[in-house]
């Protein structure tokens, strides 16, 4: 029998790993593809703000819009993307997310664009990367086998953050030389090439989705996964808090502090940088090592979330700021890595989209009241007070987390065993079952 479509042939194993499929390598390229344009685009988002005379208010405006449509739409997007092909979601969100920016560059390029336009238009990318992310997880995870899943994971999120980190740079660097407008169409254009990889996913290694009761219906599969099970729901919601908290302090206080205390904006974009640095770093070691207690171990690697708002605190001179960013960069890259792998590991294949949905939901989803409440705390409280604050959160949640047995006692499952002989017809050759 010939492999599974997403099992690279033995005449193509020279030219990649053996644990690198067709699937898995088109995403990480389409990855790679949209992480540099986003990572440019987001920097010149602000900038056509303040370039058709918006304050910081408005840039905050604009953020604000791209942010909600994901506190809306993630659940939504989740349940579509386990009933219908999941590359087919994600090519339709690519396909918005490409004419949004399109448009929006167009505005900047031409015309005088209102902070009316530009929020809708940003708001329509956020719509199209609500649907997107269920969708992208989901055939992520489903792309390799349980055997490999660890490096996979490490290899992708270390793709993803390197293009992030060259996006940011080369984006910089391009709104100086050509304008915002530019970087935007570019973004559009990465969206068009991410998107066309990703018509060519391969799903026929994906069992048909057993007919269901509704999209409502299937929320309520992907809740009851969600709370059936105590390791999920407790750090899905620590992780509400966490990235609410560092979200505000990196987005908000960050730049006061670089402002104030440390010269000028240019250190705290080195710190950024260190911070990126370091989950490259972080994957790299999550490439060859395999930790027994997943759970216990990536917890454990979320406390180092709390040394960039203590070192804003302080605050810490360049050099301090840039180490403490980098070793959270890389301890949170060692929980994404684990994290990944016990979805992974855990979850059944056809309710991946819809517990990732979830996952995304409870992340995002006191991001935008954090932000919007991080300056009325730093006139009542000050802003090295709300910094520990910030710190505090974060240590006291995971701490909370490691009273949950299930978080300390998730083990990594060994491989299944592999049969010398030659699978029949009627059994399943998809590559989670390899």
Same mark, same amino acid.
């Given at each position: 029998?010939?492999?599974?479509?997403?099992?690279? /042939?033995?005449?193509?194993?020279?030219?990649?790993?053996?644990?690198?499929?067709?699937?898995?390598?088109?995403?990480?390229?389409?990855?790679?593809?949209?992480?540099?344009? /986003?990572? *440019? =685009?987001?920097?010149?988002?602000?900038?056509?703000?303040?370039?058709?005379?918006?304050?910081? *208010?408005?840039?905050?405006?604009?953020?604000?819009?791209?942010?909600?449509?994901?506190?809306?739409?993630?659940?939504?997007?989740?349940?579509?993307?386990?009933?219908?092909?999941?590359?087919?979601?994600?090519?339709?969100?690519?396909?918005?997310?490409? +004419?949004?920016?399109?448009?929006? #560059?167009?505005?900047?390029?031409? @015309?005088? !664009?209102?902070?009316?336009?530009?929020?809708?238009?940003?708001?329509?990318?956020?719509?199209?990367?609500?649907?997107?992310?269920? #969708?992208?997880? *989901?055939?992520?995870?489903?792309?390799?086998?349980?055997?490999?899943?660890?490096?996979?994971?490490?290899?992708?999120?270390? #793709?993803?953050?390197?293009?992030?980190?060259?996006?940011?740079?080369?984006?910089?660097?391009?709104?100086?030389?050509?304008?915002?407008?530019? +970087?935007?169409? +570019?973004?559009?254009?990465?969206?068009?090439? $991410?998107?066309?990889?990703?018509?060519?996913?391969?799903?026929?290694?994906? =069992?048909?989705?057993?007919?269901?009761?509704?999209?409502?219906?299937?929320?309520?599969?992907?809740?009851?996964?969600?709370?059936?099970?105590?390791?999920?729901?407790?750090?899905?919601?620590?992780?509400?808090?966490?990235? $609410?908290?560092?979200?505000?302090?990196? $987005?908000?206080?960050? !730049?006061?502090?670089?402002?104030?205390?440390?010269?000028?904006? =240019?250190?705290?974009?080195?710190?950024?940088?260190?911070?990126?640095?370091?989950?490259?770093?972080?994957?790299?070691?999550?490439?060859?090592?395999?930790?027994?207690?997943?759970?216990?171990?990536?917890?454990?690697?979320?406390?180092?979330?709390?040394?960039?708002?203590?070192?804003?605190?302080?605050?810490?001179?360049?050099?301090?700021?840039?180490?403490?960013?980098?070793?959270? @960069?890389? =301890?949170?890259?060692?929980?994404?890595?684990?994290?990944?792998?016990?979805?992974?590991?855990?979850?059944?294949?056809?309710?991946?989209?819809? &517990?990732?949905?979830?996952?995304?939901?409870?992340?995002?989803?006191?991001?935008?009241?954090?932000?919007a409440l991080a300056g009325p705390a730093e006139s009542a409280f000050g802003r090295a007070p709300s910094l520990?604050?910030?710190?505090?959160?974060?240590?006291? *949640?995971?701490?909370? &987390?490691?009273?949950?047995?299930?978080?300390?006692?998730?083990?990594?499952?060994? !491989?299944?065993?592999?049969?010398?002989?030659?699978?029949?017809?009627?059994?399943?050759? /998809?590559?989670?079952?390899?």
């Open positions: 029998m010939s492999p599974p479509p997403d099992l690279p /042939s033995p005449a193509r194993a020279h030219r990649r790993p053996a644990w690198a499929g067709r699937n898995y390598t088109l995403l990480t390229g389409a990855a790679v593809i949209t992480n540099l344009g /986003s990572h *440019g =685009a987001l920097i010149a988002a602000a900038f056509a703000v303040m370039e058709s005379g918006g304050s910081g *208010g408005d840039v905050g405006l604009v953020a604000a819009a791209r942010t909600l449509p994901l506190v809306l739409f993630l659940l939504i997007g989740g349940a579509l993307a386990d009933r219908l092909p999941r590359h087919r979601v994600m090519v339709a969100a690519n396909a918005l997310n490409c +004419v949004s920016q399109g448009a929006f #560059a167009l505005l900047v390029l031409v @015309g005088d !664009p209102q902070l009316w336009q530009m929020m809708l238009l940003t708001a329509l990318c956020g719509t199209g990367t609500a649907f997107f992310n269920p #969708a992208a997880e *989901g055939m992520l995870l489903s792309s390799v086998s349980g055997e490999h899943a660890n490096r996979a994971f490490a290899l992708f999120r270390m #793709a993803m953050n390197g293009a992030g980190i060259g996006g940011a740079a080369l984006g910089g660097a391009m709104i100086a030389a050509i304008g915002p407008g530019w +970087v935007l169409a +570019v973004d559009a254009l990465a969206f068009a090439l $991410a998107g066309a990889l990703r018509a060519f996913l391969d799903v026929g290694h994906v =069992a048909d989705r057993a007919p269901g009761g509704g999209l409502l219906a299937d929320l309520r599969e992907g809740w009851v996964e969600v709370r059936t099970r105590p390791w999920l729901w407790s750090i899905v919601l620590q992780f509400s808090v966490v990235v $609410a908290v560092v979200g505000a302090a990196e $987005a908000v206080y960050g !730049p006061l502090v670089a402002r104030d205390e440390l010269g000028g904006p =240019a250190p705290w974009g080195v710190a950024l940088a260190f911070f990126g640095v370091g989950t490259i770093a972080g994957a790299v070691l999550m490439m060859v090592w395999k930790p027994r207690r997943l759970l216990l171990v990536g917890t454990l690697c979320v406390f180092p979330l709390a040394l960039p708002s203590a070192g804003l605190a302080v605050p810490l001179p360049v050099w301090g700021l840039c180490a403490v960013m980098f070793v959270s @960069g890389a =301890a949170i890259e060692v929980f994404g890595v684990n994290w990944m792998t016990t979805m992974h590991q855990e979850i059944p294949e056809e309710k991946f989209s819809r &517990v990732s949905a979830y996952d995304w939901f409870g992340s995002v989803s006191m991001l935008p009241l954090a932000t520990w604050g910030c710190a505090a959160l974060v240590v006291v *949640g995971t701490a909370a &987390v490691l009273f949950v047995p299930d978080v300390r006692n998730m083990t990594r499952k060994p !491989p299944p065993a592999k049969s010398p002989r030659l699978p029949t017809t009627t059994e399943s050759t /998809s590559p989670a079952a390899l």
